[in-house]
Structures are given as structure tokens and as C-alpha cells.
């Protein structure tokens, strides 16, 4: 058997172990990578106005809504008004028939008159010494119960005497002349339209910031042209069952009746309260928590900068910014937390 032996000269062996150190070299120190800018939106800090809006909706009502009942029963003799009318203090709107309560009034005049009479006999013989005191005072009992039924009659009488409690205008009437009518029954409704006002139901977190006599502009679905300044006349003094508002009684100027503004009327309050202008903000979404504070991410030279901040109150997707921050200076617009310090970024989106 030929055995063969190969035999390499060193030359080549050396370039082989060369080129196998050079392999390894290059698998073990791969070359960097660049990594590209994180895409990312971007707000530019400015002031916007932060005044907590308040928008409610309201029927128009009298101050004072007076329903006038009858005090006795009878039929209605006359009705001395009609809708609309306005009316003064005492002024008689309407009479019942109280012939019977009548009759009885004069018989108890004729008795207390009589017992009048037997009185100041009583005095007389009292003064000569021939009645005794039993006598005397058994005709001043006699007297007052004579004069109570006289008073008792008189005001029956009176009952169907229907008068005006004070000066208002009638909106509405019950009765016509001919009508029976029973003790309580409703006859007149009487409105003072010259004090119209909105109760406007309104949120814990609105009423807080409304005062009484604050001013408030008011507008009337039906007269859109119409502008009006309605006064807090008062707040009430607890929230309405499960509803939570709170009732707000808003009194409109006394011209608005001769303006056209009639109860039943729909109006309207859009006004801004806890007035805030100017008010220096950043999107809510921005604001990131620390231990102890809060931070936004400031953009400078196309990197994140963590700033700590002082925020006080959010409305909407606005957040007020107390210190920490300048008009003008861009921050990261979105949530910070997937963020980190230092990080490069590429704004691709400005947010207003």
C-alpha cells in the first residue's frame, strides 16, 4: 500500500490562520447602528382663556304666582276683570251671591242692638242701686256675644267680596258670572310682571363660583335681537334630591315685560365664570407624575429635557401651568410616560 503525505508549505498556512483570526474579528465587533429621531408631536406653550363656561336654559316666570281661592261657596254674581288686566291693591275682581250670609247680618245687628239697649239699662239701674252686679254683668256678656255674631257675619259677608291681595296683573280667570263655585275653589291667577324671573338649575361645581347680585346676560329664544342683564336675586340653600342642582333665581330688569319677554318664554344664560384669561396651558395629556410633582418634556436641540412643573386646574384637554414653563417654549404633546431623558426626537406634528 502507498501511503501519500501532503505537506504545506508555511507560507500558506500562515495567510489561511490570517484570514480565519480576520473572520472572527468581524462577528464578534459588528458595526453600530444609527438609530432614527422618535417621531413625535410637538406643543408650542401659549395662554388661553380658562373661564369655566356656564350654559343653562330657563322658562320665564312671574316672582310671585298668586292663585286667589274663593273663602266661601255661593255663585258668582259678577266678574269685574278679564286676562290681562293688571289690578291695585283692593281692587274687587269679582262677587258672590251672599244673600243668606246678608240676611244673617242684619238680624245680628238687630240683636246686638238690642242687647245694647238692655246694657246701658243695666248701667242705669246699677247707678240708682236697684240692679245688683249679677245683673250688670250678665248684660256685657250678653253685649259681646251679640257683637261677635255681628263680626262673624260681617266678614261671611265680605268672603264674597273677591279683592286683589296686591297690585299684579291677571293671567289667568277661573270663573264667569252664573258659576257655583265651592270653598277653596280657585278663581283668579295673579302674577307681578313686573318681577320675571329664570331658576335655573345649576351644578355643585358651577354654583360655586355664582354670587348673589351677579350680573348674568340673558337671552330670549323668541326675541333673538333681545339682550338682557339679569341679577342673581338669590341662591337656594340646598341641592334637589337626586338631581344635585341647586336652584339659582335669576330676576330679569323690570322693562323686560314692556321688551316683549312674556312667562313661558324660553331664555338662555351663556356667560363665563371664575373668569380666567390668559391663563398660560399645556394639553393635560403632556403632564407626567413625579413622587413628588408633575413634569413636562421640554424640546431642545431635537432632544427631551424632563422639566418639573406646578399645574393647577384642568378643564377640557387643558391643563394650567403655575411655574415651571415659558410662552413660547416647545414641549412633547403627548403622553410622557414611554419617553426618556435625553431621547432624540423628530416633531412631525405641531398642535395648537
Known amino acids: 500500500m502507498l501511503r501519500y503525505k501532503f505537506r504545506f508549505s508555511r507560507p500558506l498556512s500562515a495567510i489561511l490562520a490570517f484570514a480565519l483570526l480576520l473572520g472572527c474579528q468581524q462577528k464578534a465587533d459588528p458595526p453600530p447602528?444609527?438609530?432614527?429621531?422618535?417621531?413625535?408631536?410637538?406643543?408650542?406653550?401659549?395662554?388661553?382663556?380658562?373661564?369655566?363656561?356656564?350654559?343653562?336654559?330657563?322658562?320665564?316666570?312671574?316672582?310671585?304666582?298668586?292663585?286667589?281661592?274663593?273663602?266661601?261657596?255661593?255663585?258668582?254674581?259678577?266678574?269685574?276683570?278679564e286676562e290681562g288686566d293688571r289690578v291695585k291693591t283692593g281692587q274687587m275682581l269679582a262677587q258672590l251671591d251672599v244673600a243668606e250670609a246678608a240676611a244673617e247680618l242684619a238680624r245680628s245687628e238687630a240683636q246686638m242692638a238690642s242687647a245694647k239697649l238692655d246694657f246701658d239699662r243695666a248701667i242705669e239701674l246699677r247707678r240708682r242701686g236697684v240692679a245688683t252686679q249679677?245683673?250688670?254683668?250678665?248684660?256685657?256678656?250678653?253685649?259681646q256675644v251679640a257683637r261677635s255674631q255681628r263680626d262673624l257675619w260681617l266678614s261671611r259677608v265680605a268672603y264674597g267680596r273677591i279683592e286683589a291681595p296686591q297690585a299684579s296683573t291677571i293671567i289667568a280667570r277661573h270663573i264667569e258670572a252664573g258659576e257655583a263655585v265651592e270653598t277653596q275653589s280657585t278663581l283668579f291667577e295673579l302674577a307681578d310682571l313686573d318681577q320675571l324671573v329664570l331658576r335655573l338649575g345649576v351644578s355643585e361645581l358651577d354654583v360655586v363660583h355664582i354670587n348673589q347680585d351677579q350680573i348674568l346676560p340673558v337671552t330670549v329664544d323668541a326675541?333673538?335681537?333681545?339682550?338682557?342683564?339679569?341679577?342673581?336675586?338669590?341662591?337656594?340653600?340646598?341641592?334637589?334630591?337626586?338631581?344635585?342642582?341647586?336652584?339659582?333665581?335669576?330676576?330679569?330688569?323690570?322693562s323686560a315685560w314692556d321688551q316683549g319677554v312674556r312667562p313661558g318664554f324660553l331664555a338662555r344664560i351663556d356667560a363665563a365664570i371664575d373668569p380666567r384669561p390668559n391663563t398660560l396651558?399645556?394639553?393635560?395629556?403632556?403632564?407626567?407624575?413625579?413622587?413628588?410633582?408633575?413634569?413636562?418634556?421640554?424640546?431642545?436641540?431635537?432632544?427631551?429635557?424632563?422639566?418639573?412643573?406646578?399645574?393647577?386646574?384642568?378643564?377640557?384637554?387643558?391643563?394650567e401651568i403655575v411655574n415651571g414653563l415659558e410662552p413660547g417654549e416647545t414641549i412633547l404633546a403627548s403622553n410622557p410616560i414611554d419617553m426618556l431623558e435625553d431621547q432624540q426626537v423628530r416633531i412631525v406634528i405641531n398642535h395648537d
Do not use: C, M
Not at 56 to 78: C, D, F, K, N, Y
Not at 292 to 302: A, L, Q, R, S
Open 33 to 81: 447602528v444609527v438609530r432614527d429621531a422618535t417621531p413625535i408631536a410637538a406643543y408650542q406653550v401659549s395662554t388661553r382663556d380658562l373661564s369655566r363656561p356656564l350654559r343653562l336654559a330657563a322658562t320665564v316666570e312671574p316672582r310671585a304666582l298668586i292663585s286667589l281661592a274663593a273663602r266661601t261657596e255661593g255663585t258668582v254674581q259678577s266678574v269685574a276683570v
Open 134 to 143: 249679677i245683673e250688670y254683668q250678665a248684660a256685657d256678656v250678653a253685649l
Open 223 to 254: 326675541l333673538p335681537e333681545l339682550r338682557l342683564e339679569g341679577r342673581v336675586r338669590r341662591i337656594f340653600p340646598a341641592a334637589q334630591g337626586s338631581s344635585r342642582l341647586i336652584t339659582v333665581e335669576v330676576l330679569l330688569p323690570s
Open 281 to 319: 396651558v399645556v394639553p393635560g395629556a403632556a403632564v407626567g407624575s413625579l413622587d413628588n410633582g408633575h413634569y413636562v418634556y421640554v424640546i431642545e436641540n431635537d432632544r427631551l429635557v424632563q422639566r418639573e412643573i406646578s399645574k393647577g386646574i384642568s378643564r377640557g384637554r387643558w391643563t
